[in-house]
């Protein structure tokens, strides 16, 4: 449901307005700084870590969360080992038989079938 002031809007002409050639680009560069600037901000966690962390304290890091999975803690085995590239693979296996109900109909029973008889 429509806010009084989205009624308004459409009763003063304003959401219906054209905007000019120069005040679309205006806002059109507006919305592309503000664009440059949600990405510089939104750096991926990995880059953020290449900025900021040392060798040495990730060496840290991984041998306190080795400590940890030692200690039984599951979590931090399961971390640990996929931090180090030891992650296993998912297979999924299917097996069976595949079996096609129309094998042997013609085109024009597949036709029929599919409401396509015309």
């Given amino acids: 449901m429509p806010t009084k002031k989205q009624l308004d809007n459409l009763k003063n002409g304003r959401a219906t307005r054209f905007r000019s050639g120069e005040e679309a680009a205006r806002n059109g560069k507006k919305g592309g700084q503000a ?21 040495d304290e990730r060496k840290e890091m991984l041998d306190a ?48 079938l599919a409401g396509m008889d015309g």
């Fill in 65 to 112: 969360l080795k400590l940890k999975a030692k200690r039984g803690n599951i979590k931090a085995f399961e971390i640990y080992r996929d931090t180090v590239g030891l992650k296993p693979k998912e297979n999924v296996e299917i097996s069976g038989e595949l079996s096609n109900p129309f094998v042997g109909l013609t085109d024009a029973e597949l036709k029929k």
């Fill in 35 to 55: 664009s440059g600037e949600a990405r510089r901000r939104l750096k991926s966690f990995r880059e953020l870590d290449a900025d900021f962390t040392t060798d």
